[in-house]
């Protein structure tokens, strides 16, 4: 199993730009989580999805969208990205949303807007 | 509402002494407890956790934490430090509330072990 992946691992934007973070799991889990870590912080929840075809709103989600057409892929999208998106991206999954299950995170994608 | 506060932004040790990163942790409910490490440029990777199976919890690369409901604390330990366990550390609450799960991660204890 490849496990958690994502693409890419660096990006540069302009500001008012847009992109579209990918993530891929193999492991057949529904949850799937975005978070971002700013520097010296702990990661907060960005977006989350129950299953394919069912997202909801994290903590953070103001500037972002995301959607979820099949149980492996959640795709994250900067619609007119900002200085304040400068973040570093973790996707992850889980097998379900007990408060007991593990969470995999993938490798991150190391976002600047300039 | 739940929090997690980790007492040390930075550790440093000497290889092949005694690490501790301490975290205390606020809940409503009766949260289960992560320590997950990050080492630079890659993911986090679970270490170990509490589900209230039992106090004291093994986890992986010889690490262990003791969960302590009158303290509510969460600290991490190891007997004897290696140059590969420096990295970032996460302690993390989660609760199953109203339905949703909420993970609140604390901010994260870098270790430098020197040689």
């Known amino acids: 199993n490849a496990g958690v992946t994502q693409t890419p691992k660096f990006r540069i934007l302009k500001i008012g730009q847009s992109m579209t973070l990918q993530c891929t799991q193999d492991?057949?889990?529904?949850?799937m989580y975005w978070y971002r870590q700013d520097p010296g912080m702990g990661l907060k929840l960005i977006y989350y999805?129950?299953?394919?075809?069912?997202?909801d709103k994290g903590e953070v989600p103001n500037g972002y969208n995301v959607s979820r057409s099949t149980t492996e892929d959640f795709p994250l999208r900067l619609e007119l990205a900002a200085p304040s998106q400068t973040s570093v991206y973790f996707c992850?999954?889980?097998?379900?949303?007990?408060?007991?299950?593990?969470?995999?995170f993938g490798p991150g994608t190391r976002l600047t807007v300039t | 509402a739940q929090s997690v506060t980790q007492l040390d932004s930075h550790v440093s040790v000497s290889e092949g002494t005694p690490v501790l990163l301490r975290c205390n942790y606020s809940?409503?409910?009766?949260?289960?407890l992560f320590w997950y490490v990050q080492h630079p440029n890659k993911g986090l990777q679970l270490l170990l956790k509490?589900?209230?199976?039992?106090?004291l919890v093994k986890g992986i690369n010889g690490f262990e934490a003791e969960f302590k409901k009158s303290e509510t604390s969460f600290h991490l330990t190891k007997p004897s430090a290696h140059m590969s366990d420096a990295a970032e550390y996460f302690c993390?609450?989660?609760?199953?509330?109203?339905?949703?799960?909420?993970?609140?991660f604390g901010s994260g204890t870098r270790l430098q072990v020197q040689p």
């Open positions: 999805s129950v299953g394919a075809g069912i997202t």
């Open positions: 809940s409503s409910y009766s949260p289960s």
């Open positions: 492991m057949n889990h529904n949850y």
């Open positions: 509490y589900t209230s199976a039992a106090t």
């Open positions: 992850a999954s889980s097998y379900s949303m007990e408060s007991v299950d593990e969470q995999y």
């Open positions: 993390v609450v989660s609760e199953l509330n109203t339905g949703r799960r909420a993970l609140t």
